[in-house]
């Protein structure tokens, strides 16, 4: 990797940052490393206060020849070897400093506590956001800002906290649940997406939005599991004007926000609802948002038809996909998020061993983290253990498929079906 340090007014659109001279919170972005897509994203790191930066040569555009008089370029190993010294002088700062994700992870087991504390917040919001929609109320953003940055800086220390917790199952279907999930989908989608700040943050709200309008529907509608009768179904498609009364009046929600609220059960071939637009009509931006919706929604069966696998989600939406319905790169990146087997997936391995997947590594995503639970022989082990397949010292111990872990052939004691952490 080649790696050249140069000032903020160098910078253009085309080149790759690879490290800036301010810390991670103080970064108009939530990834320090990432391209220069316009001018705006310079204003927005000058305005940061940014001096200096390195940028990476290999992943994104040098300066000009005629400018090349700058910092002269040095490999990686040598970029970080120099900095070594300033960064052992620093006095560290534990409760303001963050990790970047190029830096070393906090544990999974570390995060998921503050990840189910964030769902409980991001829960109780929602819940509230369904009473005011109900009541036909305006809403303000401003007490729900803050769990999106909470949320992002949860990604920054472990991309994979909060989608373990949308993969819990769910006792109880409830809308603020529902809300959790998409939300816990849209960020890291979002983000993997390469978009704006402003539109992870619109992407965000929106998630918790979108369905409130559901609050004022009969509330055996949710999670039915059996076909809607056409009665049924006319009253479903109303839950976005619903809730779009509601933003209309609400001063502070983003135009963008109300738009992707409005607009998240439209198709761009027109097969959508509540009004059938088409093509250009449709936000792009909304897509996102709605294969969020898809995933959840289609995993704990919040509507007429039952929960499914996770893999089995993914496989439909990549169908779809393949018919038009949304755009193929935005579904492989949400299988990229997700990983091949998605955490909390019960599988069983080549050795006859059945496990649930505890944690993925997007480098090598056949090869999982995952917590044996039965023996090949079908006993229930004595002293559930931890396998990385991507280290384990058996070198063909590999996922031989996925279970369905409400077969009681496979799963004689319920212990694959999740339901705490």
Same mark, same amino acid.
Not at 35 to 40: G, P, Q, Y
Not at 170 to 183: N, P, T
């Given at each position: 990797?080649?790696?050249?340090?140069?000032?903020?007014?160098?910078?253009?659109?085309?080149?790759?940052?690879?490290?800036?001279?301010?810390?991670?919170?103080?970064?108009?972005?939530?990834?320090?490393?990432?391209?220069?897509?316009?001018?705006?994203?310079?204003?927005?790191?000058?305005?940061?206060?940014?001096?200096?930066?390195?940028?990476?040569?290999?992943?994104?555009?040098?300066?000009?020849?005629?400018?090349?008089?700058?910092?002269?370029?040095?490999?990686?190993?040598?970029?970080?070897?120099?900095? &070594?010294?300033?960064?052992?002088?620093?006095?560290?700062?534990?409760?303001?400093?963050?990790?970047?994700?190029?830096?070393?992870?906090?544990?999974?087991?570390?995060? +998921?506590?503050?990840?189910?504390?964030?769902?409980?917040?991001?829960?109780?919001?929602?819940?509230?956001?369904?009473?005011?929609?109900? &009541?036909?109320?305006?809403?303000?953003?401003?007490?729900?800002?803050?769990?999106?940055?909470?949320?992002?800086?949860?990604?920054?220390?472990?991309?994979? &906290?909060?989608?373990?917790?949308?993969?819990?199952?769910?006792?109880?279907?409830?809308?603020?649940?529902?809300?959790?999930?998409?939300?816990?989908?849209?960020?890291?989608? &979002?983000?993997? +997406?390469?978009?704006?700040?402003?539109?992870?943050?619109?992407?965000?709200?929106?998630?918790? +939005?979108?369905?409130?309008?559901?609050?004022?529907?009969?509330? %055996?509608?949710?999670?039915?599991?059996?076909?809607?009768?056409?009665?049924?179904?006319?009253?479903?498609?109303? %839950?976005?004007?619903?809730?779009?009364?509601?933003?209309?009046?609400?001063?502070?929600?983003?135009?963008?926000?109300?738009?992707?609220?409005?607009?998240?059960?439209?198709?761009?071939?027109?097969?959508?609802?509540?009004?059938?637009?088409?093509?250009?009509?449709?936000?792009?931006?909304?897509?996102?948002?709605?294969?969020?919706?898809?995933?959840?929604?289609?995993? %704990?069966?919040?509507?007429?038809?039952?929960?499914?696998?996770?893999?089995?989600?993914?496989?439909?939406?990549?169908?779809?996909?393949?018919?038009?319905?949304?755009?193929?790169?935005?579904?492989?990146?949400?299988?990229?998020?997700?990983?091949?087997?998605?955490?909390?997936?019960?599988?069983?391995?080549?050795?006859?061993?059945?496990?649930?997947?505890?944690?993925?590594?997007?480098?090598?995503?056949?090869?999982?983290?995952?917590?044996?639970?039965?023996?090949?022989?079908?006993?229930?082990?004595?002293?559930?253990?931890?396998?990385?397949?991507?280290?384990?010292?058996?070198?063909?111990?590999?996922?031989?498929?996925?279970?369905?872990?409400?077969?009681?052939?496979?799963?004689?004691?319920?212990?694959?079906?999740?339901?705490?952490?």
């Amino acid at each position: 990797m080649c790696i050249r340090k140069i000032s903020i007014d160098q910078l253009s659109p085309g080149m790759f940052i690879y490290e800036l001279d301010i810390p991670w919170l103080q970064s108009p972005f939530l990834r320090h490393r990432r391209k220069i897509n316009s001018e705006k994203d310079v204003l927005l790191l000058k305005k940061a206060g940014v001096k200096e930066l390195f940028v990476d040569l290999q992943r994104g555009d040098d300066l000009p020849s005629e400018n090349t008089q700058a910092e002269p370029i040095k490999t990686e190993a040598e970029t970080e070897s120099a900095a &070594a010294p300033e960064s052992e002088n620093k006095v560290s700062n534990s409760s303001s400093e963050q990790k970047t994700d190029e830096q070393e992870k906090i544990l999974l087991n570390e995060e +998921l506590k503050v990840a189910k504390v964030l769902q409980g917040k991001i829960g109780k919001v929602v819940h509230q956001l369904g009473n005011l929609v109900k &009541a036909g109320k305006p809403i303000s953003v401003t007490t729900i800002t803050p769990l999106i940055d909470e949320a992002k800086a949860s990604l920054v220390r472990n991309d994979q &906290a909060l989608l373990t917790m949308l993969h819990l199952h769910r006792q109880d279907l409830k809308l603020s649940d529902h809300g959790f999930g998409v939300f816990a989908v849209v960020l890291p989608l &979002a983000i993997r +997406l390469q978009c704006t700040e402003e539109q992870i943050n619109d992407l965000g709200l929106a998630a918790l +939005l979108h369905d409130t309008g559901w609050a004022r529907l009969p509330v %055996h509608l949710l999670g039915k599991n059996k076909a809607y009768t056409s009665a049924e179904q006319k009253l479903v498609q109303q %839950h976005p004007e619903i809730v779009e009364k509601v933003l209309i009046k609400s001063a502070d929600v983003p135009d963008n926000v109300k738009k992707l609220v409005k607009q998240h059960h439209e198709l761009s071939d027109g097969s959508g609802y509540p009004k059938q637009l088409k093509n250009d009509q449709v936000l792009e931006l909304v897509e996102i948002l709605q294969v969020a919706d898809f995933y959840d929604e289609h995993l %704990h069966g919040l509507t007429d038809k039952p929960g499914m696998l996770p893999v089995n989600v993914l496989k439909q939406l990549y169908q779809s996909a393949k018919k038009g319905l949304f755009r193929e790169a935005v579904v492989s990146e949400l299988i990229h998020v997700m990983g091949i087997y998605p955490l909390t997936s019960a599988v069983k391995l080549n050795s006859g061993e059945k496990a649930l997947v505890v944690e993925i590594d997007k480098q090598k995503p056949l090869l999982p983290q995952v917590k044996i639970i039965y023996e090949a022989n079908g006993d229930r082990c004595m002293s559930e253990r931890i396998v990385d397949l991507a280290q384990s010292d058996q070198d063909n111990l590999r996922v031989a498929g996925v279970i369905e872990p409400l077969d009681k052939k496979e799963d004689p004691f319920g212990l694959l079906k999740v339901t705490h952490v």
